[in-house]
């Protein structure tokens, strides 16, 4: 067999069968054993003890004892759905053609199937969807020349540009390894360390920090990629998906509302749509830019904490996703789903983005681990289209990637006994020039506050009201000379938003000592009282 997955496996079966075919219910082992005994354990006499050779139960519990995998590490509490990509053929008003060779872009209404999954970053499975966090918008394109995962977030932008500081600024969002509980005072001890995370930092406190619910937020591949075309020429490029329900975020307040009452409300809100036949639609739109690292810029094309002004280079549309099933089984699909940097096919490149390129090690590593060896294999990692590799054997292998007619003794190439052959070059290859001293430094042109201070600026004043008082909610039980430099770090970006900040700070403190105040003397006028019983 190819890799066409057999059809027990594939996700289009539920096992349920037509009315008119006799439905066998019989209840089996995992050996295909008819399953007599389903309610009791086998004991000696009713009152026991239980005995160790009943292989039903065994094979039973321990099956339960394995149900579940390592949890993604981040992005572990998601949602997920399938549904199609249709191209548009051009981007703008040029063809498409013109930038990329990228087969599932070329024709108009072309169609490729896709499959969704969102998800929220820092806490566990089963953690509200209502938290002030950043949300995944990862997109598997199962194209016909392979797949292409286009793994982003609902925000365009992010808080580091280096993937070495990846881990530490993960572990000052997640919670305290001795309290575990989420703590302010550490994330902002890193981030007032961390003048890189500025813009983000001012994205996430604002209401854009909690999208009303998965449908109606943007998705952003965040890194540079890049576009190559048939005489292998590349431009720099970013990805934007425009949700056609609107955008909604809630502030801090509304989420509060929603918590109290539901805690999966974005799951539940896709999965009904879904089941209703209201089919969420994003607009897939491109910003494209020069290969080269554009001096005239206040900032570097390689650095994912910006934004590129759309005036002067402007989203252009190249098509349109619809998702329109729910998933069959939750774990099978939205669990065992493993979207990649690196999945990338013809006509489609990586730039010289370090987080990019930290990225994609990262991603199919963890999944080695997380899911296993061959996670390709399952039906929905698997490309939709035939799979030939001398890649063997490893913990639950499923499938031996061979050709129709393929000498199954030659698992190497090459061969000349019908053994599987290198794929005829696709158009002409795109060779960047890459010469430099090898150092560890940072980019030139870091301007960590000039787009934070903007974004502030351009804000609605309830955004930035709501901004204000998640940042001075957040901070306050930090130490002063943390709080302190947040405030200078934030002064920098905005003065008045620094000033918003620090004056926000101070009102807590007052109060607080007040608050502290009352109570001394409350607790005095009491042990006046005597004791009270
Ligand atoms: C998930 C690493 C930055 C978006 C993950 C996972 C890892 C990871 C290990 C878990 C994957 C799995 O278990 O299947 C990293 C590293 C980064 C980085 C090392 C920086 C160097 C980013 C950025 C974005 C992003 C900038 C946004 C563009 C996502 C999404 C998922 C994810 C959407 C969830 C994918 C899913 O739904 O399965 N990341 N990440 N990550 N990451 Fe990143």
Request: with cysteine; glycine share 8%; aromatic share 10%.
């Amino acid at each position: 067999t190819t890799n066409g997955s057999p059809e027990k496996a594939a996700f289009g079966a539920t096992g349920l069968q037509s009315n008119d075919q006799p439905i066998d219910q019989t209840l089996t082992t995992r050996q295909g054993h008819p399953l007599t005994h389903n309610q009791n354990v086998r004991t000696v006499g009713s009152r026991g003890p239980t005995t160790l050779e009943n292989y039903p139960f065994l094979e039973k519990i321990s099956h339960f004892d394995r149900e579940r995998i390592p949890e993604r590490v981040v992005h572990a509490r998601g949602a997920g759905a399938h549904g199609v990509f249709e191209a548009y053929g051009t981007v703008g008003d040029e063809p498409v053609s013109t930038y990329t060779r990228a087969k599932l872009f070329q024709q108009k209404g072309k169609e490729t199937p896709v499959f969704v999954r969102f998800s929220s970053v820092i806490h566990g499975g089963h953690s509200p969807e209502t938290l002030r966090d950043p949300r995944g918008f990862a997109v598997k394109f199962y194209t016909e020349d392979g797949n292409w995962d286009l793994v982003g977030n609902n925000l365009k932008v992010f808080f580091i540009r280096d993937a070495m500081k990846f881990p530490d600024l993960v572990h000052a969002f997640k919670p305290d390894p001795i309290t575990n509980r989420q703590d302010g005072e550490r994330i902002f001890d890193f981030i007032s360390n961390t003048p890189d995370a500025m813009h983000m930092i001012t994205f996430l406190f604002s209401p854009w920090g909690i999208p009303a619910n998965y449908r109606m937020m943007q998705g952003s591949g965040v890194n540079t990629y890049k576009w190559i075309n048939e005489a292998g020429e590349g431009v720099l490029v970013k990805y934007h998906w425009e949700p056609k329900q609107g955008i909604k975020n809630l502030t801090q307040g509304e989420a509060e509302q929603i918590q109290a009452k539901n805690f999966n409300h974005a799951t539940q809100d896709l999965y009904d749509a879904i089941e209703a036949g209201n089919f969420p639609q994003w607009e897939l739109l491109v910003q494209i830019m020069s290969d080269d690292d554009h001096p005239e810029l206040d900032f570097d094309p390689l650095d994912d904490t910006k934004l590129w002004p759309p005036d002067k280079f402007p989203w252009l549309p190249v098509g349109v996703m619809t998702l329109n099933k729910n998933p069959e089984n939750y774990f099978h699909e939205v669990e065992q789903v493993a979207f990649g940097t690196g999945v990338l096919v013809d006509g489609l490149d990586f730039s010289d983005d370090k987080m990019l390129q930290g990225r994609t090690f990262s991603y199919s590593d963890t999944q080695r681990y997380r899911v296993g060896t061959n996670y390709l294999q399952l039906p929905i990692n698997a490309p939709k289209k035939h799979v030939a590799t001398n890649q063997r054997d490893g913990q639950m292998a499923y499938l031996v990637d061979t050709a129709p007619g393929q000498n199954r003794h030659v698992n190497y190439e090459p061969s000349s006994m019908n053994g599987l052959k290198e794929a005829p070059k696709k158009g002409a290859e795109h060779t960047p020039y890459v010469g430099g001293n090898l150092v560890r430094q940072p980019i030139d042109r870091l301007n960590n506050f000039g787009q934070a201070g903007e974004r502030y600026r351009t804000f609605e004043d309830w955004e930035r009201d709501d901004l204000i008082s998640n940042l001075v909610s957040t901070l306050a039980p930090a130490k002063k000379h943390i709080q302190d430099k947040m405030v200078e770090l934030f002064t920098q970006c905005d003065e008045e938003y620094g000033r918003r900040v620090r004056e926000g700070l101070q009102q807590v403190a007052t109060s607080d000592a007040q608050k502290k105040e009352q109570a001394v003397q409350q607790a005095e006028e009491l042990s006046h009282e005597g004791q009270p019983y």
